[in-house]
Nanobody, 125 residues
Framework: QVQLVESGGGLVQAGGSLKLSCAASGRGFGYADQAWFRQAPGKEREFVAA????????YYGESVKGRFTISGDNAKNTVTLQMRNLQSEDTAIYYC??????????????????WGQGTQVTVSS
């Protein structure tokens, strides 16, 4: 069974930084794509960033471009999300997700196969 486990969330002041990590286990077949989404209370799940393990990307949601960086380490089966200049609107639960197949629309959460349990990020103003 494939498992994705996020870590690194927490409380940070506006303007600060956090680094999230996603560790994958049970990855016998390999993933084609991996991404981060987030969901704030009362809002829909929002695309944050994604990579194609084949080498394409990275890709970012408009609200995080220039502030967040996604990277992957194939040898360690991990994907990280470096978040800088965090703002109150970044407060959400952040989810790691992976797809077995190559995705055309990385921002469509419905097309991913596996999800982590999520990690809370809270930005205080």
């Amino acid at each position: 069974q494939v498992q994705l486990v996020e870590s690194g969330g927490g409380l940070v002041q506006a303007g600060g930084s956090l680094k999230l990590s996603c560790a994958a286990s049970g990855r016998g077949f390999g993933y084609a794509d991996q991404a981060w989404f987030r969901q704030a209370p009362g809002k829909e799940r929002e695309f944050v960033a994604a990579i194609h393990w084949s080498g394409g990307g990275p890709y970012y949601g408009e609200s995080v471009k220039g502030r967040f960086t996604i990277s992957g380490d194939n040898a360690k089966n991990t994907v990280t999300l470096q978040m800088r200049n965090l703002q109150s609107e970044d407060t959400a639960i952040y989810y790691c997700t992976a797809s077995q197949g190559f995705l055309v629309n990385l921002a469509d959460s419905a097309t991913y196969n596996y999800w982590g349990q999520g990690t809370q990020v809270t930005v205080s103003s």
